[in-house]
């Protein structure tokens, strides 16, 4: 059953099982998040003035300098204590390992995010939350398919259920979730994923709204735009977001390699300083900020506050990302984009009062065209921007703004997307392949063969007619107990005819036969994870393993090229 039960998560077609492994990686990621969102609100209640959540802009200009520094002597102390000032948190720590490492992942960085990212919120740090809540996700559903023994291709997409999981507990966003799991994290939309991140994502939500409620994050005007005449300026919009995540990109990017070489603890203490003197001025750049974004939302700043406040943020979310803060970036880029659209949206009052549509529609428009420009994530920002108003009408404005934003960016600019960006900065590449993400998608348990037999290199002629009984297609000829050299068994057959001499014993590597080295790769790699041993040793074939006992293999059968060769074509 357990076997069977292997086989069927090994395959790129699997529906069922997947789908149950994503409701569950679903509920309790919608746990962490829940617990996580708890931690950070209960302790900004007991900190802030007037016991309310963000409340940052109450605290007097010595606590609000001080806090931050306090905050990153103590993020910088427990990360060099227990992970020696390595990054082990993020999105970006999610997608390198799911790059590099097929989605393992490990609790010491489960425990550092959840930990970190609250004392990243609870001082005031320009971060936001979702960053924390991905990781948190996609560690927590890691870690179940490791503790279930699942195939990394199975594994893969948990990571994706978890992160679409904390993105919808978030936000209450559930297909939003879904679509930046698989534009953003796997960078790929494949059918047989979409069941159970979707399943995932609906689960996380059901336990954030039972906790939480189902009232919105931001206060969203009714939107409409007056005129078609406006759409100028919704362009004019697009076009700055692209300016100004172009920006942001570069900032972070050249601030993250210049200080990489850096003790970690005096970069996080940095970071401290800069947004404790940027939050002197500007109390608003401190924390999540969406009490800010909401107030731009509702029109209730003005034009030289928002200019303002977009300037220092983007001072504060550089020092703060950039020098490995342990916070997200999602939650920043929204709050410029709501500064930068209601900035824009007061110069169209004044500069057009007789058609003008209100600022705060703008704010909702710049809030999605900065997540598109900045993420690369233009369908993402749309359904995003789109579950939030529960308004088919942003659709065409918000369209025009995401598009213009990201080309800005990637054709004027030719920026890569922030993740990929500070991926690059710690010189690392997360690339797309198609042949690779095919492969990635297939365990090697789905298509290996299980017609050999193993045996000892010298062998009697009785044993050699026992093992043609079975029928083999190969043998894999044992050298000190481990399979090393891998023969067609029809060679031996042909031997045993041709030979004259009746060979009381037979040495199965002097015989005339095809012979080729062989290594093992374990039964729960991917088709991806066997292209490249085979291409690394240059091998035509391996022996598949698992692992009942700790360094004890057991041999489930074979794997050459031409079965990966047509698995791709499938």
Known sequence: MKEALHVNL????????????????????????????LLVESGQTLL??????????????????????????LIGTLFTLIAKGRYVVGIIHVMERLGYFQGKMEVRGLLLQFLGGALALLGGHSVGREGPSVH??????????????????????LIACGSAAAISASFNTPLAGVIFSMEVVMMEYT??????????????????????????????????????????????LGLFAGIISTLLIKLLNVTAQ????????????????IIGLCAVTFPQVMGVGYDSVNEALLSELGLLTLLGILTFKLIATTAAVGLGIPGGIIGPTLFI?????????????????EYASDAGVYALLGMGAMMAATLQAPLAALTAILELTSNPTIVFPGMLAIVIAELTRSELFHQPSIFRALLIARGLDYSTNPLTQS????????????????????????QAK????KAPQTLLIEDNEIPAIAMPAIDLLRYLEESEEKDEEIDLNEIPANRHPIKGIHQRATLSEAEELIRKYDLDMLYVYDTPAPSFERIKGILDKSAIESAYRV
């Open 10 to 37: 090994s395959r790129h077609d699997a529906r069922l099982q997947p789908a149950l492994l994503g409701l569950l990686a679903g509920i309790l990621t919608g746990v962490i998040i829940v617990l996580f969102r």
């Open 48 to 73: 802030l003035p007037d016991s309310l959540v963000d409340n940052f802009e109450g605290l007097d200009w010595v606590p609000r300098l001080l806090l931050p520094i306090f905050s990153g002597l």
């Open 136 to 157: 948190m996700g996609a560690a927590t559903s890691s870690l179940l398919g490791q503790r279930m023994r699942v195939p990394n291709n199975t594994l893969r997409i």
């Open 191 to 236: 059918i047989s994923s979409f069941l159970p991140v979707i399943l995932a994502s609906v689960s996380a939500v059901s336990v954030s709204i039972s906790v939480f409620g189902d009232a919105p994050i931001f206060s969203i005007p009714p939107f409409s735009l007056d005129s078609l005449l406006e759409l100028p300026t919704v362009a004019v």
């Open 258 to 273: 210049r200080a990489q070489t850096w003790p970690y603890l005096l970069k996080t203490t940095l970071a401290g300083l």
């Open 337 to 353: 984009g709501a500064m930068l659209g209601s900035a824009i949206g007061y110069i169209n009052i004044f500069t057009f009062p």
């Open 439 to 462: 492969l990635q998608r297939i365990g090697v348990a789905s298509v290996m063969s299980r017609k050999y037999s193993v045996t000892p290199a010298v062998i009697s002629t009785e």
């Open 466 to 469: 026992i093992l043609l009984a």
